[in-house]
């Protein structure tokens, strides 16, 4: 059946009541029945909750075949955990037919794939996916259908059941005895726990992995002790130079700092920016950059942003330290200035992903957004968007909070260089569709800028200002011209993984990739 | 093929952009910063051992493609090399808008390459005299050969100074007031201007140098010159601005152009514009202030 | 054109790419590996093989690593490597002739 998208979802995927995605807030006003998690009591005092390897944590929790592990990406390229965790359970308990639930996934976890191959992983969940993991998934090796969730998919998909995690495991930079857990205080800190968060409410188990013990009790918590099941104390969760980069610099290229004067350019040209406007952009070249360009134009009005949420990097601390921001809310932090900043520097707060972008909830950050600044791998004429699959057709990316923010803004902008080597970014059809077209609005590239037809007030908005834009066909043509026309890239019929859009319909498939010949 | 419109000798030159000819993701697009000409370099920029590597590059690009309105100049090498004469060639070939003579020291090294460009041009079958030619001036003799150097061929459009080879000649090195350069610039402006072409200043190298650079424009545009060789697009923005007219002077440009239109329509010589008295003296530089006040979105109406 | 040594031209930067060509009895042996292959790979071919028939080249090993080179640069590197082979790269090249 065709989505809303002109994507063609099989008929199998939809039984059990699954839908197609029917375009952007379809399921408002819906009601939902949220699950409930079986978890054990703790009636008698108990001095600590401390084992002594993962091993015992596993057994303590009952872990057994075909069982759901959760993980969050806070420790990202650094991340230990998750290794550690599949490891213990595959190898030292032979555990087998387990499924990964993860807020993404990437390079650091290229063991799993092995897992994958030899069939003790069985499932994969998550909101991005790289490395060997990718390559093996798009080959058809995952023995289910691998699930794509956005950001604030996931923990919709958490509260409504659609996911049971079986055990949560908290990679916690800190943690007490008891479980009471935070992002900062120890070695490998990692600032925001924002994505653990849900996961520990919603989990039959939840086991913290610390590589730092501190004393009753850690406060203030961010997974509270009242949802741990067990501590296990380990040398290292993570490796501190890949958890946090030293610090997210705004890039020096002249086309990234071209384009993000444009997208400063045309926020301020629309009625959203005024005092106490709301804002998130990501942390690519010229995303980031758009933070310069714009503090420019909020001096020149006098206007300063009322609050700023997202993965929070250094540009975002400082305009918080100059008093240019009124509040920053954190779900995920890039640096360590963000790292260090957070729950230290006033009004810098923490949030749960839910909080931050689950849109069956009921008043998430997303959704009061006017400005979200976004990077993209490839945009088609429709405004869909790819941030997802490489122009190999291998899963290599993260929807992340992309198509979220995207739903939830007033204003969604993409930046991106109109080609990246032979690469058209603009292009006639996208890969994987990961953020529908009726969510984005402006698109900026270092050849012109387009907005999107759904949106005559800001096509008038912008040429108020005299800012010049073009059709996103003419983009796409100028590209074509450039690299020439690309051919379709070739995949097999099976379905290795399904994208969910962020209320849970279905957005697009994944199929197995063909290997090229020329 | 893309074909070039012809050059034109005298036209807006506020932004150079020296671009390394050898590196395709470099020049497959240089034009979209919006410099009003980009100098592909075959000279420093490129290895001894690549320069018959970047010349194919080169033919390639410049006959692919479309760099739009933006003037194309190629940095070729010097005549004391084995590379300049071939680089002559495929310039032409490629159509190419001009070239810009390395290490120019007198009227013959401008008389040497004009011959090679014009013995290219009926070897590849192009127009004679199309392509434009400059010189760099890099050493104390070529500054005090420039007005010779500055008349010595109808191709000339300008002359630029090479400020990193020039302090070396002279034993000084950048100093922030210029007063390391002064006399070369002034030397070099007022050839240029006596010769009737245009002048450009040396790059400045120090990227992060934001404050030093703005100094350096404003002092280059107070001196008189058209424009700036640049080597980083970020560069370009500040040169345009410091450059551009202020709205007054494009108001009265304006008014003397078309009071001038006006009275040449019915054959008076003298005229008043705003109670003063103008002559067709007046004419060539209001009409380059309107040429510039376009260029910076400043002027729309259609006197230039 | 004959491909009298083995000669390469380019590099294996970004946007650019790295051609070998090596002397061979008979035919045109080409081997391409592109980081563009799957949407790509067909006209890098043809873009190759018709700038080596302009060249007259009918016989040679050709190895190309292209790294994402637009087919202006890989006309570009397949002539220099074929003129670097037969040591005719320096001057005299037929601009407009058969490089065009």
Redesign the interface.
Known sequence: MKNAVGREIPDFLLEGGKEVYQGKNYMDGKYVQKATPKTRRYEKPQESKIVETIKDALIACGARDGMTFSFHHHLREGDFVVNMVMKAAIEELGLKDLTIAASSLGAAHDLIADYIEEGKVIGIQTSGIRGRMGQVVSEGKLKTTAIIRSHGGRPRAIEAGEVHIDIAFVGAPTSDCVGNSRGIGGKSNCGSLGYAMTDAKFADHVVVITDCLVDFPNMPASVEAIDVDAVVVVDSIGNPKKIASAAARIS?N??D??MAENVAKVIASTPYFRDGFSFQTGVGGPSLAANLFLEKYMDERGIKMGWAIGGICKPMVELLKKGKIGKVIDVQDFDLDAVNSINQTPNHFEMSASQYANPANKGAFVNKLDFVVLAALEIDTGFNVNVLTG???VLRGAPGGHPDTAAGSKVCIIVTPLV????ATVCEKVVTVTTPGDCVDVLVT??GIAVNPLRPDLIKCLDDAGIEHVSIESLKEKAYS???R?????FEDKVVAILEARDGTILDVIRQIKP?T? | MIKRPTPERFRLRRTMMFMNAQKPGLIKDAYIYGCDSIMLDLEDAVAENQKDAARFSLYHALTTIDYGKTEVIVRINGLDTPHWQEDIRVCVAGGADGIRIAKCESAQDVKTVEAAVEAAEKEFGVEVGRTLLMAALESPKGVLNAYEICSASDRMFGVAISGGDFRKCMQTKFDPSGIDMLVARGQMLMAARAAGIQCFDTVFTDLDDNEGFEAEVRQNKAMGFDGKSLINPKQIRLVHEVFAPTEKEVLQAEAMVSAFREAAAQGIGVFTVNGKMVDVAFIPGAERTLKLAKACGMYEGDLV | MQIEKNAMAGTLESSDAMVTVEPAETGIELEISSSVMNQYGRQIKATVLETLERLEVTSGKVTVVDKGALDCTLKARVECAVFRSCEKSAAGIPWGGVIK
């Open positions: 020096q002249p086309r700092l071209m122009s190999d057709g990246r080597g032979r690469m270092d050849y450039i690299v020439g690309p051919d379709d890239v070739q090229y020329l």
